[in-house]
Every structure is written in structure tokens, then in C-alpha cells.
């Protein structure tokens, strides 16, 4: 996909690039930054130095994941990450970590909701997926914020450090934020009876 450049009132998301090392390895020495997210733990120069100069352009170049860079307007310091990522023709996730300077100003929750926005609008996303790490509730509130929906837990469902995990997922769908589906949607009955 060509690279994007998305716009909300404050913030500006734009792929990463080689210029935003030194920011990237700076937040990522926030000790939540490496405890909730799936960044190397110790973070070291080279993996700042390697996502954005290969992660992020081969993310681009071969439709597997969109790594944007979330600054505030008019050149702005780096105040998050958000990055959809696909897991097959049919899968997509969002993650995201917030600089720890610019939590609780509501960037991260403007950047996730344009990001899924983009998602469904340009990329074709039919369901957006989100999961944390049980336990991470700064990202379950970013997330209900935006409008996903808790749908349960998933047992062992995060691999980090030789550890498996278990997960919080929640889903958003294009008509949560008052958009088309690219696809008819027909809820099925969950309640289990018969």
C-alpha cells in the first residue's frame, strides 16, 4: 500500500521513517511501554534502529501491517504509535502505546479511532481486533473509548518473553463509528439456546 498520511484536529499519523529513531527508542524505555506491549524487553538501539528502517517500510511494501507515527499538528514531538496489522484476508488488529509525557490528554484515543477509520475506509477491514494482556487497562479504556466491544478472554492468548498470557479481545465493527460495511453483517444468535 502507498504510504497514508491521516489528519485529526490535533494529531498528524504518518508512517514511521528512519528520522524518528532516536524518539522511538526513547519511549520505548518506558518501563510500560515494555511491560504491556510486545516491544524487545531490555529495548535496545538497534530494534528503534531496525523498525524504522526495515519493520515499518516492509509492514508498507508488502500489506502486512501499518505502522503510523502519531504527532501532534505542525511538526509536532511524537506522542504515540497505533499500527494495524493484518493476519490474513480477513484479520485485522490495531495496537498502539502512548509516550508516557502524553497520556491522559485523549491523543491516543483520537489516533486509534482515525486509524480504524482508515482501516475500514481504505483497507477493506470488515472487523477490527483489538487485544491486551489481561491486566491492562489503560488499553481497554483507549479501546472502549473508540467503541470496541469486550467479547471475553482469551486463555494463553499472548506469547511474550517465553510466557504465555491471557488476553483481553474486544472487536469494532465499521457500523460502531457510523460507517458502510464494505459487507452485509448478520449477527448470529450467542445466547446459546436452541
Given at each position: 500500500?502507498?504510504?497514508?498520511?491521516?489528519?485529526?484536529?490535533?494529531?498528524?499519523?504518518?508512517?514511521?521513517?528512519?528520522?524518528?529513531e532516536d524518539?522511538?527508542?526513547?519511549?520505548?524505555?518506558?518501563?510500560?511501554?515494555?511491560?504491556?506491549?510486545?516491544?524487545?524487553?531490555?529495548?535496545?538501539?538497534?530494534?528503534?534502529?531496525?523498525?524504522?528502517?526495515?519493520?515499518?517500510?516492509?509492514?508498507?511494501?508488502?500489506?502486512?501491517?501499518?505502522?503510523?507515527?502519531?504527532?501532534?499538528?505542525?511538526?509536532?514531538?511524537?506522542?504515540?504509535?497505533?499500527?494495524?496489522?493484518?493476519?490474513?484476508?480477513?484479520?485485522?488488529?490495531?495496537?498502539?502505546?502512548?509516550v508516557k509525557?502524553?497520556?491522559?490528554?485523549?491523543?491516543?484515543?483520537?489516533?486509534?479511532?482515525?486509524?480504524?477509520?482508515?482501516?475500514?475506509?481504505?483497507?477493506?477491514?470488515?472487523?477490527?481486533?483489538?487485544?491486551?494482556?489481561?491486566?491492562?487497562?489503560?488499553?481497554?479504556?483507549?479501546?472502549?473509548?473508540?467503541?470496541?466491544?469486550?467479547?471475553?478472554?482469551?486463555?494463553?492468548?499472548?506469547?511474550?518473553?517465553?510466557?504465555?498470557?491471557?488476553?483481553?479481545?474486544?472487536?469494532?465493527?465499521?457500523?460502531?463509528?457510523?460507517?458502510?460495511?464494505?459487507?452485509?453483517?448478520?449477527?448470529?444468535?450467542?445466547?446459546?439456546?436452541?
Amino acid at each position: 500500500m502507498e504510504h497514508t498520511t491521516l489528519t485529526t484536529g490535533r494529531l498528524e499519523l504518518r508512517p514511521f521513517a528512519p528520522c524518528d529513531e532516536d524518539e522511538v527508542y526513547a519511549a520505548c524505555q518506558d518501563p510500560d511501554v515494555q511491560r504491556w506491549t510486545l516491544v524487545p524487553s531490555p529495548y535496545q538501539r538497534e530494534h528503534a534502529h531496525r523498525f524504522v528502517n526495515e519493520v515499518v517500510p516492509d509492514g508498507w511494501r508488502e500489506d502486512t501491517a501499518y505502522p503510523f507515527a502519531v504527532r501532534l499538528r505542525s511538526g509536532g514531538p511524537l506522542v504515540a504509535a497505533v499500527g494495524v496489522h493484518v493476519h490474513g484476508t480477513d484479520s485485522y488488529e490495531i495496537g498502539y502505546w502512548a509516550v508516557k509525557e502524553h497520556r491522559g490528554q485523549g491523543y491516543m484515543t483520537e489516533a486509534v479511532e482515525a486509524a480504524a477509520r482508515w482501516a475500514f475506509t481504505e483497507v477493506g477491514a470488515v472487523r477490527l481486533e483489538w487485544r491486551a494482556e489481561a491486566g491492562n487497562t489503560g488499553s481497554r479504556v483507549v479501546a472502549e473509548k473508540v467503541g470496541f466491544r469486550f467479547e471475553g478472554v482469551l486463555r494463553a492468548g499472548v506469547l511474550r518473553n517465553g510466557t504465555a498470557r491471557d488476553c483481553w479481545i474486544g472487536a469494532l465493527l465499521p457500523s460502531d463509528l457510523g460507517l458502510t460495511p464494505a459487507l452485509p453483517y448478520l449477527p448470529g444468535d450467542v445466547s446459546g439456546a436452541s
